[in-house]
T-cell receptor
Framework: DSGVTQTPKHLITATGQRVTLRCSPRSGDLSVYWYQQSLDQGLQFLIQYYNGEERAKGNILERFSAQQFPDLHSELNLSSLELGDSALYFC????????????FGSGTQLSVL | SQQGEEDPQALSIQEGENATMNCSYKTSINNLQWYRQNSGRGLVHLILIRSNEREKHSGRLRVTLDTSKKSSSLLITASRAADTASYFCATALGNTDKLIFGTGTRLQVFP
């Protein structure tokens, strides 16, 4: 158990809908990362937050947004969903950032039908 | 696009043999990390090597880093069936806090 909690584990929805994925980092970790993993795109970095502030941005679509709350949990919002958004979404946390190892959650499997 | 490219894409070996995976990257880094992923599950950190280090060991794992060639290798010695998984390198870019993953190597170890 990595100590990082992601909910829900599975999500099935329809095109055009909006979903929210939730992540609780390990106790004491201030940094949260979001990744998208699919067969054709591999493991793509989406966005990183540190202590409530956005610190680094990757290949995140404009339809996607994220935030980190004062209690350090984070949410990834995906809207106007398309079939191609079906993927495994991972959250990871670390104390400060990429200067040390990340701890990954078990992921949310999103299926857009 | 991926920062790291891994080679080979897939590797099949027998238990007891050594497995070597290579990672090449494009830009300057602060550190390079290796992770393991069992099918469809979360990634698990294996080892981190900083840009000023050349070699690091952890149990049956040996990692090398050549910053002049922008490449790293992961050696797993005396492999076991339980080592069957996908292995990813990840680079912490020098001027940001991004951690970018490579394409991965699928390792199959046969008993």
């Amino acid at each position: 158990d990595s100590g990082v909690t992601q909910t829900p584990k599975h999500l099935i929805t329809a095109t055009g809908q909006r979903v929210t994925l939730r992540c609780s980092p390990r106790s004491g970790d201030l940094s949260v990362y979001w990744y998208q993993q699919s067969l054709d795109q591999g493991l793509q970095f989406l966005i990183q937050y540190y202590n409530g502030e956005e610190r680094a941005k990757g290949n995140i679509l404009e339809r996607f947004s994220a935030q980190q709350f004062p209690d350090l949990h984070s949410e990834l919002n995906l809207s106007s969903l398309e079939l191609g958004d079906s993927a495994l979404y991972f959250c990871a946390s670390s104390v400060t950032g990429s200067r040390e190892k990340l701890f990954f959650g078990s992921g949310t499997q999103l299926s857009v039908l | 696009s991926q920062q790291g490219e891994e080679d080979p894409q897939a590797l099949s070996i027998q238990e007891g043999e050594n497995a070597t995976m290579n990672c090449s990257y494009k830009t300057s880094i602060n550190n390079l990390q290796w992770y393991r992923q069992n099918s469809g599950r979360g990634l698990v950190h294996l080892i981190l090597i900083r840009s000023n280090e050349r070699e690091k060991h952890s149990g049956r794992l040996r990692v090398t880093l050549d910053t002049s060639k922008k490449s790293s290798s992961l050696l797993i010695t005396a492999s076991r069936a339980a080592d069957t998984a996908s292995y990813f390198c990840a680079t912490a870019l020098g001027n940001t806090d991004k951690l970018i993953f490579g394409t991965g190597t699928r390792l199959q170890v046969f008993p």
